[in-house]
């Protein structure tokens, strides 16, 4: 069975979704009902800034909290959705925070994380202004990807700006019904 995360990197106020959100929900529209999905908005919890300790202490002590939901809910996907606007050129902070936390867990004694992360496939729902000015981000996210010996599927981008924009890029909002399975328009 498939295990799709969704994780939300919008940083909206709470109550309104964003472009990246709504072509992401659109895109998750058609997955079978076998099909399991979690979403997570990575704004509302609570981890704890990443602290590079590779060159002093070496090893990491295992997550807790939010962080250890966090890391089960990854490890526990088949496949990794980035629901990523471009906020400045790049990854919205609470997404960086996240991928930080993955040099931790690659670190955590026991863990393998890397090892676990093979194979997962890793998507991205994004939107900004300019496809152009989201290559940066989206190239950052393949490499993550490359790093970790997951499957790097093509993203899905869509104009965005102010909330619903996406909703007037007919060519976006068309790709995103068959996005996932492969039969973008």
């Given at each position: 069975m498939r295990k799709f995360l969704f994780l939300?990197?919008?940083?909206r106020e709470p109550g309104h979704i964003g472009n990246s959100e709504t072509l992401a929900r659109r895109a998750a529209a058609p997955l079978s009902a076998d099909t399991k999905?979690?979403?997570?908005?990575?704004?509302?919890l609570e981890l704890p800034p990443f602290v590079d300790l590779r060159h002093t202490?070496?090893?990491?002590?295992?997550p807790m909290a939010d962080a250890k939901s966090l890391l089960d809910a990854t490890l526990a996907a088949t496949d990794l959705v980035f629901v990523s606007p471009v906020?400045?050129?790049s990854i919205p902070s609470p997404l960086k925070t996240y991928l930080d936390h993955w040099s931790a867990w690659l670190?955590?004694?026991?863990?393998?994380f890397k090892e676990?992360?093979?194979?997962?496939?890793?998507?991205?729902?994004?939107?900004?202004?300019?496809?152009?000015?989201a290559q940066p981000m989206?190239?950052?996210?393949?490499?993550?990807?490359?790093?970790?010996g997951m499957q790097w599927q093509e993203p899905l981008w869509?104009?965005?700006?102010?909330?619903?924009?996406?909703?007037?890029?007919?060519?976006?909002?068309a790709a995103a019904a068959g996005y996932f399975s492969g039969q973008s328009a």
């Open positions: 939300n990197a919008s940083t999905q979690t979403w997570v908005k990575l704004a509302d202490a070496g090893t990491y002590p295992m906020y400045w050129f670190r955590v004694p026991g863990l393998e676990a992360m093979a194979g997962k496939r890793l998507w991205v729902i994004a939107t900004s202004g300019n496809r152009e000015k989206l190239d950052s996210y393949r490499l993550c990807a490359e790093f970790l869509g104009k965005g700006g102010a909330p619903d924009t996406v909703l007037a890029d007919g060519e976006a909002m």
